[in-house]
């Protein structure tokens, strides 16, 4: 039985698709997995999810962009569900938080991966897909290598669209992090910001 997926696409995607006159090979790539979850969604195994946050940064960029531009965006966009979680300005930097101290403690273990913290809209996004359980497609996969942290070291989870393929963890470097007491108080920390939200939206 085929595995149902969900991918939360990050806004990159959109504008490398749309943009005839930019990387040839980065507008292929984000061609190729368009292509790939389209024949999965007819198929009824996917769904695309598009988080609120990335929907407001491209409406912002919109008034850079030539028309033709954005009517690709927004017929790309309306094959895509769109989610809103809540989220806090708690988690927001918890979020940020966790991909610091990443950086800080294991970027020699994370080895040929790099790691940003990114800014508040990476954590949003990154929370939408994690919220949504589903795979998150990027291509600045430097500002959300914490996200494969969050989950089993094996599952299919970050989706590199420079090198149209999933990045996986190292086990090893995998089990450092999960060791770390540090990292574990982050995540229960993270885990009963999550908690508070769903208890404060009922």
């Known amino acids: 039985m085929v595995r149902f997926k969900q991918y939360t696409v990050d806004t990159n995607f959109f504008r490398y698709h749309a943009n005839n006159n930019g990387d040839q090979n980065l507008r292929r790539a984000a061609a190729l997995f368009w292509r790939t979850a389209k024949e999965e969604i007819e198929k009824g195994e996917a769904v695309i999810l598009v988080p609120a946050e990335v929907r407001r ?7 850079t962009l030539p028309d033709r531009e954005n009517n690709k965006i927004q017929r790309l966009l309306a094959n895509c569900q769109e989610v809103s979680p809540s989220v806090s300005i708690e988690l927001e930097h918890q979020v940020r938080t966790m991909s610091a101290y990443l950086r800080a403690n294991f970027r020699n273990a994370l080895g040929d991966f790099s790691i940003t913290y990114g800014g ?7 929370y939408s897909a994690y919220y949504e359980d589903s795979i998150l497609v990027t291509a600045n996969v430097k500002d959300f290598m914490l996200y494969p942290f969050l989950f089993n070291q094996s599952e299919d989870r970050l989706y590199d669209l420079k090198q149209s393929q999933f990045v996986y963890i190292p086990e090893e470097t995998y089990n450092l992090v999960w060791q770390d007491s540090g990292f574990q108080n982050m995540f229960l920390e993270l885990s009963k910001l999550e908690v508070e939200l769903e208890d404060t939206d009922d």
């Open 57 to 63: 940064e491209l409406e912002v960029q919109s008034h």
């Open 120 to 126: 508040v809209s990476d954590s949003r996004i990154l």
